[in-house]
T-cell receptor, first 110, second 113 residues
Framework: SQQGEEDPQALSIQEGENATMNCSYKTSINNLQWYRQNSGRGLVHLILIRSNEREKHSGRLRVTLDTSKKSSSLLITASRAADTASYFCATNNQGGKLIFGQGTELSVKP | DAGVIQSPRHEVTEMGQEVTLRCKPISGHNSLFWYRQTMMRGLELLIYFNNNVPIDDSGMPEDRFSAKMPNASFSTLKIQPSEPRDSAVYFC???????????FGSGTQLSVL
């Protein structure tokens, strides 16, 4: 069964706007990771946040983690058309498994 | 660094045939994962290895699926016999350390007719 569930399933915004994607999970985790997938390609790792961290930044990306609510969010600021892709959260549990959610399809219109 | 290398890139086969997918992880990485991606089911974890040892194969759908990792630089995923419902993109991924970020290959697009 899937561990992480993203919301929304699809998001369409204009260039320059911010994009926020959410991820909820069910069991305790060691870390939570966000990945990006362009159409027809493999997934690319974006950012990893550990269970004892609350916020992390990487360039235009900001990830938050709330372990009490079992949720995480990915914020992409000042979006660009090149950010158009599917974004997945993945949870790493005690056993080392990395389970992916269904993803959010982001479309950034120029 | 060549990244994770998967072959073939595309595979078209007929129902009942044996299919072998291959993966070369990044040198020095000690964990390897096989995933399957479809529109209906998303990304499913099939099996993962740590230091060449299978840790969890509970995601392997049926006995028709088997995976091996004979050494640190090579893994195979075999489907025998293949069925149309096995059509999907199969990804291999590796990580330097257990539980850390994954590096994905480009995937194998499998079509079983």
């Amino acid at each position: 069964s899937q561990q992480g569930e993203e919301d929304p399933q699809a998001l369409s915004i204009q260039e320059g706007e911010n994009a926020t994607m959410n991820c909820s999970y069910k069991t305790s985790i060691n870390n939570l990771q966000w990945y990006r997938q362009n159409s027809g390609r493999g997934l690319v790792h974006l950012i990893l946040i550990r269970s004892n961290e609350r916020e992390k930044h990487s360039g235009r990306l900001r990830v938050t983690l709330d372990t009490s609510k079992k949720s995480s969010s990915l914020l992409i600021t000042a979006s660009r058309a090149a950010d158009t892709a599917s974004y997945f959260c993945a949870t790493n549990n005690q056993g080392g498994k990395l389970i992916f959610g269904q993803g959010t399809e982001l479309s950034v219109k120029p | 660094d060549a990244g994770v290398i998967q072959s073939p890139r595309h595979e078209v086969t007929e129902m009942g045939q044996e299919v072998t997918l291959r993966c070369k992880p990044i040198s020095g990485h000690n964990s390897l994962f096989w995933y399957r991606q479809t529109m209906m089911r998303g990304l499913e974890l099939l099996i993962y290895f740590n230091n060449n040892v299978p840790i969890d194969d509970s995601g392997m759908p049926e006995d028709r699926f088997s995976a091996k990792m004979p050494n640190a630089s090579f893994s195979t995923l075999k489907i025998q016999p293949s069925e149309p419902r096995d059509s999907a993109v199969y990804f291999c991924a590796s990580s330097r350390e257990w539980g850390e970020k994954l590096f994905f290959g480009s995937g194998t697009q499998l079509s079983v007719l």
